[in-house]
């Protein structure tokens, strides 16, 4: 995977609020069509580091490029027209509407598409994430883990070429994790490239490929995510876990 | 037959109202805006009207032509130009910002076309009228004013729950951070908001400057009586705006019957009463 092209990168990515640092000079890669899985403790700067990838929060230093385009200054929804899909860790649905429309506005303007063409991706996405049954019903009335398959599918729907998912596994049953586990495979066999933070490290390793361990807002150990688990930092860390050797 | 005919015209002015409160709602609803100048940019495309009629010579309705996008395209500007800069956590600056707006129309109007109260002159359907027997007749300008609001707003209903610029609408008012994810310039979907309200304000206006006298200071007049309309019908439910329109015409006309001092009293007592019985309006948001 390092041989890919990078598709996205963070170099030296600061970011603070008052005195409080929640990234520091963070860098990282993604190739193109690689999983990548990043874990570390509640707080340690993994939603604000998809921010600062997505558009929400601007860096104070340090850049973000998005094949190769510097888009450190670019407007979040810039970002998502260019291939930058995102999903957040508490499901954000448009309540009023049905999912079918909750995808419909991300695939007529994050991916740019017609109107026939958007009903097509729209139908598509659902029926991959499982969501084709529940189309016309209002998202204000899903369940959790329906609520996050469309956290996922409405970030899908928009095209992305780099899908960022945020805790998407949890509050999961162990049979629903399973199964977006699945989805998000499948996702990832077919060309997209993912960035997965996630608590819920036995489904994170069955689909990435290399880990990154962020703590106060530092990435503090990267690499093949059996060898990370096993590292002593991540080991002070999470004291206990294991990685789930079957997975991996 | 004075009181049939009393509540008759008074759910035609219902009509009116319902027009005045149209594109406060359209404005709340997208972007949780309050617009303290809405009475006034009502008044400015009134007289915009009038100023297009005097200089061209031709109908008040057919001055729709020009008034509706100048109007829109004034909006547009407006939306993105300014009042995007002052929409965010806190509620007061918009509110502040509308009412300095407020205050610069009615006195560029009053600089414009001096304090002289204006009408505009429609001809023979002014006073032309339908008799339905029994002594009652509709006028045709109220009926045409009514016809209209029911046309607005069933056009507004059909953009926002069937077309794509409806969802758009929809989707940034639900969750405007989300929205940006998702590909939606926020700056340019509520600069359209305020585009497509404005052009409503001008039909409000154009027609309303047909049916009464009008001023550079009758604009919070016409704010009061569109907030009256929303509320009452319920906030972002624009078919509610038009019950709550003809609940306030009818309470007018009434309160006009019995006593011609009456009248504009009888709309706020109205108002308070439904405000007491249902605080969230009679028909609240009803979500699709």
Known sequence: MTAAKTILSMDMVSKSYGALKVTDALSLTLGEGEALGVIGPNGAGKSTMFNLIAGGVAPDEGKVFFDGKDITGMPPFERCKAGIGRSYQIPHPFEGMTVFENLLVGARFGGDLSEAQAYDRCVAVLDQTGLLPKANVRAGSLTLLERKRLEMARALSTNPRVLLLDEIAGGLTEQECHSLVETIQQIHASGTSIIWIEHIVHALVAVVSRLIVINFGAKIEEGEPKAVMESAAVREIYMGIEVDDAAA | ?288
């Open chain 2, 1 to 288: 037959m004075d009181w049939v005919n009393a509540i008759v015209q008074g759910i035609f002015v219902g009509g009116l109202y319902a027009l005045f409160a149209t594109g406060l709602s359209l404005i709340f609803g997208v972007m949780r805006l309050v617009n303290i100048a809405h009475g006034d940019l009502i008044i400015l495309a009134a007289f915009l009207s009038l100023a297009v009629v005097d200089g061209l010579n031709i109908h008040p309705l057919v001055s729709l032509v020009i008034v509706v996008p100048v109007m829109a395209a004034f909006g547009y500007a407006l939306q993105r130009g300014i009042l995007n800069f002052t929409l965010g956590k806190d509620i007061l600056p918009p509110l502040l910002v509308t009412f300095g707006l407020s205050v610069i129309i009615q006195n560029a109007l009053l600089e414009t076309f001096s304090a002289d109260s204006q009408r505009l002159q429609a001809g023979a359907i002014e006073t032309a009228s339908i008799p339905i027997g029994q002594g009652l007749a509709i006028g045709v300008l109220p009926l045409i004013i009514f016809v209209t609001a029911i046309v607005v707003i069933g056009g507004l209903q059909f953009v926002f729950y069937q077309t794509t610029l409806g969802r758009v609408f929809r989707a940034t008012s639900d969750d405007a951070v989300t929205a940006r994810t998702m590909g939606i310039d926020k700056s340019h979907v509520f600069a359209l908001a305020m585009a497509l309200a404005l052009a409503v304000v001008a039909i409000a206006g154009v027609l309303m400057g047909i049916r009464t006298n009008f001023d550079p200071a009758v604009g919070p007049a016409r704010l009061l009586f569109a907030f009256e309309a929303v509320i009452m019908g319920g906030l972002g439910n624009l078919w509610g705006t038009l019950a709550g329109g003809i609940i306030l015409g009818v309470a007018q006309a009434i309160g006009a019957q019995i006593n011609p001092g009456w009248q504009i009293l009888a709309g706020h007592i109205a108002f308070l009463i439904v405000l007491v019985i249902r605080p969230n309006g009679l028909f609240p948001r009803i979500q699709g």
